[in-house]
């Protein structure tokens, strides 16, 4: 028996989510029915977190063990020509026994992406929020910046989700501009970037509309402290939508997962 | 009466083309659609030329005349409030009473986008052909030179298309690589982009899937000579995917389309 690791990209929007649902395709059945193939009976396939319907990864990680004696080559294509195109193993590596992608993980990295102006951008809907406004970078990057510490995220919580502690620590929530795939010049998309030892349920979506609050100027970068502070979600912005968020890169200890 | 000169993005996957045609959802039809709302009847929208099914355009320009008094900018937003998400109109302006997005072309940018290497990118499987290969970008260079300037294109005209004239310029063909929307390095998009004064049908697609075959060095740079000046169409390489390809924009003389 062998621990694989998995890193695995998928565009999420058929799907209900990275974990199996009552109803739906889930990208973890895919992965698991994939295997199944090949190994000949039903492995449990550990992803390092959920991620929501319509959520994207580029590089989810996930860990399974597996009987068969495959080469990681080949079972990567293996995996890949029974895959639909819309998920991919990008890379399949053999980890230390006992891998477990969810426990092992140190840091998850999201990116959510952003298309501001007036008209949307046909190839870019079903992978960024389209806000028809001008948005103020700066004030956005002052507000990602009350973010960064260890704080208590109760705010920026799905209401009614529970957790033992709502403490989490981000190490870093940046913004950047990146030209869009469209026309020329005015069509730059706003990415951010926030780095964090994990993530309560829709946090990453919650800052995010809480700082385009923000960008739009119907909130201001003191009141983002106060309700950091206040930990109530009902003083919070809207939570940005699904289709704009990524997962980016999962890391772990070097000895755990080389 | 005025005439006005459309600019139009669409992601063509779900679609059969710009044209109407006998079955499916063509574009010309979305917007004939939209516009008949605003207008109260139904009017023809000329289109600078066609795209096949699953071709995609940056800047597919079209002519329309209309009676409706309504200011541009409001027209803009109404037809963008009717079309669905994956066909937007980009710009919109007055032309000179007329103005026929056809006849008046001066010239057309083709981009077609390829991704190589051995695991396909979900982002990029409807834009992009995916070539699992490494692919020789200065050999491609050299035969995308071979396309520029004034020939006979019969050799990589659709099988069965009848034109008065296969003779068409090329005035640009060239090659970069661009980063794709996801994982780093080692995935950069090679891009050709192609300008002239007309094109035949499928003329892109065929020149492309003969410089991939050169760029896999599945054939040589002399022989792309060989096969132009040969001018047979069972002598040039495959035709690429339609789902790589994009209208970039369309050129007018000033005078015509401001």
């Known amino acids: 028996v062998r621990t694989l690791k998995l890193t695995i990209a998928y565009d999420g929007t058929r799907y209900v989510g990275w974990q199996r649902q009552a109803q739906g395709t889930s990208v973890q059945a895919l992965i698991e029915g994939a295997i199944a193939i090949v190994e000949g009976r039903?492995?449990?396939?550990?992803?390092?977190?959920?991620?929501?319907?319509?959520?994207?990864?580029?590089?989810?990680?996930?860990?399974?063990?597996?009987?068969?004696?495959?080469?990681?080559?080949?079972?990567?294509?293996?995996?890949?020509?029974?895959?639909?195109?819309?998920?991919?193993?990008?890379?399949?590596?053999?980890?230390?026994?006992?891998?477990?992608?969810?426990?092992?993980?140190?840091?998850?990295?999201?990116?959510?992406?952003?298309?501001?102006?007036?008209?949307?951008?046909?190839?870019?809907?079903?992978?960024?929020?389209?806000?028809?406004?001008?948005?103020?970078?700066?004030?956005?990057?002052?507000?990602?910046?009350?973010?960064?510490?260890?704080?208590?995220?109760?705010?920026?919580?799905?209401?009614?989700?529970r957790v033992r502690t709502t403490v989490r620590t981000i190490t870093a929530a940046t913004l950047s501009r990146r030209g869009a795939r469209l026309i020329g010049p005015g069509n730059d998309l706003v990415e951010i970037e926030v780095t964090g030892d994990g993530f309560l349920r829709h946090m990453v979506r919650n800052i995010v509309g809480t700082v385009v609050d923000v960008g739009q100027r119907r909130r201001s970068v003191d009141s983002v402290t106060a309700v950091l502070a206040g930990r109530d979600r009902k003083r919070a912005g809207p939570t940005a939508p699904a289709h704009g968020l990524f997962l980016v890169r999962v890391d772990y200890d070097d000895a755990a997962a080389p």
């Open 42 to 161: 039903r492995a449990h396939v550990t992803g390092s977190g959920r991620t929501d319907a319509g959520v994207h990864a580029f590089g989810q990680v996930a860990s399974v063990e597996i009987g068969h004696p495959i080469a990681i080559a080949d079972l990567q294509r293996a995996l890949n020509a029974r895959l639909p195109s819309d998920v991919r193993i990008v890379a399949l590596a053999e980890a230390p026994r006992g891998f477990n992608a969810r426990f092992a993980a140190r840091s998850k990295t999201y990116r959510y992406r952003i298309f501001p102006g007036e008209t949307a951008n046909p190839f870019e809907r079903d992978f960024s929020w389209h806000v028809p406004d001008v948005l103020d970078a700066e004030s956005m990057r002052a507000a990602l910046g009350v973010m960064v510490g260890t704080h208590d995220f109760a705010a920026f919580q799905a209401a009614g989700s």
